[in-house]
Nanobody, 118 residues
Framework: QVQLVESGGGLVQTGGSLRLSCAGS????????RGWYRQAPGKQRELVAD???????NYADSVKGRFTISRDNAKNTLYLQMNSLKPEDTAVYYC????????????WGQGTQVTVSS
């Protein structure tokens, strides 16, 4: 099993910044892609950014140039630096770890709320 624990969410004004962290434990070595997703009220969960074990990064168009995903492999921790936040970034942000070759290895954190006030 894999355990993922997010932290760093909160309330921030438009234009502000937050840094999310996701600490992984357990059989995290089974995963080769880690990412951040978000779900706003009444909307489907969507990919924000992900990063492969090889360092390939993918961002949603809506966050390019504002958000930066990174990972510390020694600490099994994933980060999401969010700058120039907008009200439309308000959502619950979820950490994910998966194996692209084995769909059954797909794990989620409990989520952390990010609220951007206008």
């Amino acid at each position: 099993q894999v355990q993922l624990v997010e932290s760093g969410g909160g309330l921030v004004q438009t234009g502000g910044s937050l840094r999310l962290s996701c600490a992984g434990s357990g059989s995290i070595f089974r995963t080769n892609v880690r990412g951040w997703y978000r779900q706003a009220p009444g909307k489907q969960r969507e990919l924000v950014a992900d990063i492969t074990i090889g360092g390939n990064i993918n961002y949603a168009d809506s966050v390019k140039g504002r958000f930066t995903i990174s990972r510390d492999n020694a600490k099994n921790t994933l980060y999401l630096q969010m700058n120039s936040l907008k009200p439309e970034d308000t959502a619950v942000y979820y950490c994910n770890a998966r194996n692209s070759l084995n769909p059954s290895w797909d794990y989620w954190g409990q989520g952390t709320q990010v609220t951007v006030s206008s």
